[in-house]
């Protein structure tokens, strides 16, 4: 079975710092790999996505994450972060052996620090 | 194009009332999905649609809930004799059907508070 860990429930940055949150998942081949961000009480926004190919991936806002199979893990960075990134993400796995569900990590909540 | 949509926002019940909710996907996409959210945790699924079959049903799916899809077009969940257990968001994705694994489409989800 699919899983994934954010070992961050919650970070703190100050605005114009980097960001990275991690994310780990286990599953034995290539994953379908997702991040969505999450404003109090509203749905989910896709921010970027891994299917195959260049390991780094760019998505919207300024965000990017890289594909490191090696350590099952698909961290999510940005270079300077603005206070309307506060916010809670998710990674996610999918895999079409497990069919077309999406399996998500618990979330970190960011904090941006003025 | 309009994304996917949610009704209600919020809905608050007193335990042991019947709630429905419905889910309208954006209008091209052929499978649906319903997800429940927890205080403090990720979607977990729930069920999920191709045209009006249910083709797969979570162990979180009790037989308290039943989802259905009668047109393939919109959804519904209904919730039997709710319970405090079951307050949560729900949250409704649609996508296409093509190669490999689709990307998922959100809807602002549905807030339940069983009292």
């Known amino acids: 079975a699919q899983s994934v860990t954010q070992p961050d429930i919650h970070i703190t940055v100050s605005e114009g710092a980097s960001l990275e949150l991690r994310c780990n998942y286990s599953?034995?081949?290539?994953?379908?790999l997702f991040w969505y961000v999450q404003s109090p009480g509203q749905g989910l926004q896709l921010l970027l996505k891994?299917?195959?190919?260049?390991?780094l991936v760019q998505g919207i806002k300024g965000f990017e994450a890289e594909f490191k199979r090696s350590q099952s893990s698909f961290n999510l960075r940005k270079p300077s972060v603005h206070w309307s990134d506060a916010a809670e993400y998710f990674c996610a796995v999918g895999a079409e052996e497990y069919g077309n569900k999406l399996v998500f990590g618990a979330g970190t909540i960011l904090r941006v620090k003025s | 194009d309009t994304g996917v949509s949610q009704d209600p926002r919020h809905k608050i019940t007193k335990r042991g009332q019947n709630v429905t909710f419905r889910c309208d996907p954006i209008?091209?996409?052929?499978?649906l999905y319903w997800y429940r959210q927890t205080l403090g945790q990720g979607p977990e699924f729930l069920t999920y649609?191709?045209?009006?079959?249910?083709?797969?049903k979570s162990r979180l799916l009790s037989d308290r809930f039943s989802a259905e899809r009668p047109k393939g077009s919109f959804s519904t969940l209904e919730i039997q004799r709710t319970e405090q257990g079951d307050s949560a968001m729900y949250l409704c994705a649609s996508s296409l059907a093509g190669q490999g694994f689709d990307e998922q489409f959100f809807g602002p989800g549905t807030r339940l508070t069983v009292l």
């Open positions: 209008s091209e996409h052929n499978r």
């Open positions: 599953y034995g081949a290539t994953p379908y």
């Open positions: 649609f191709q045209n009006e079959a249910q083709l797969e």
């Open positions: 891994y299917f195959s190919g260049d390991t």
